[in-house]
């Protein structure tokens, strides 16, 4: 079956520009999750969703950073204003249930480049 | 920020070879992952650990939640050239049932 997509895979964009990156949760996916990978390090945790609603927003930046689910289906990530150092790679992950031992997939990240 | 400590950073060995790698943290983890990240691709979960002590394999992979609960490793028998790539340790930590928290990675390169 299909996985996680997200979309656009590649994103270049001049600073103060604003982005808005897509996750498309494998179907039925209770959960989802957003996470930022710099180059030479390990994905780190943005926010995440139950259904609709945004469970937690710990990890996102800074107010410049925003996510919706609004149906609960399809997440939006957007960044306002961009900036250099929000270049990364950009991965939506999704899991049937939440909770311990629900294992999450990761879709292949949007790869987000601020000029 | 990341609260593990992964190593070795990098790895080459020769196919055949039995690799190890491991995790290291302050603080309590009750759940530990150990994921694989091919180019172009997300991590792929390989095996997933609940309680401390846990020995878990799958195939020629295996990994082990740490009595302390601050530790995992996972090892990787008679490696050939497709495990090329990079592996990350993940874990939830105690009170957390869904954030996970990531290593920098382990790159391993596999010569035939």
């Known amino acids: 079956g299909a996985g996680v997509s997200q979309s656009p895979r590649y994103k270049v964009t001049k600073r103060g520009q604003d982005v808005a990156l897509r996750c498309d949760p494998i179907?039925?996916?209770?959960?989802l999750y957003w996470y930022r990978q710099a180059l030479g390090q390990g994905p780190e945790f943005l926010t995440y969703f139950n259904y609709e609603a945004q469970q937690d927003k710990s990890g996102l930046p800074n107010d410049r950073f925003s996510a919706e689910r609004p149906e609960g289906s399809i997440s939006t990530l957007t960044i306002q204003r961009t900036e250099q150092r929000d270049s990364a790679m950009y991965r939506c992950?999704?899991?049937?249930?939440?909770?311990?031992?629900?294992?999450?997939?990761f879709g292949p990240g949007t790869r987000l480049t601020v000029l | 920020g990341q609260q593990l400590n992964q190593s070795p950073q990098s790895m080459f060995i020769q196919e055949g070879e039995d690799v190890s790698m491991n995790c290291t943290s302050s603080?309590?983890?009750?759940?530990w992952l150990w994921y694989k990240q091919d180019p172009g691709e997300g991590p792929v979960l390989l095996i997933a650990l609940y309680k401390a002590g846990e020995l878990t394999s799958n195939g020629r992979l295996t990994a082990q939640f740490g009595i302390t609960r601050k530790d995992s490793f996972l090892n990787i028998s008679a490696s050939i050239p497709s495990d090329v790539g990079i592996y990350f340790c993940?874990?939830?930590?105690?009170?957390?049932?869904?954030?996970?928290?990531f290593g920098k990675g382990t790159l391993l390169t596999v010569n035939p």
């Open positions: 179907s039925g996916h209770v959960s």
């Open positions: 993940a874990g939830q930590l105690w009170g957390s049932n869904y954030k996970l928290t």
């Open positions: 992950a999704s899991s049937p249930a939440g909770g311990q031992g629900d294992t999450q997939y």
């Open positions: 603080s309590i983890f009750n759940t």
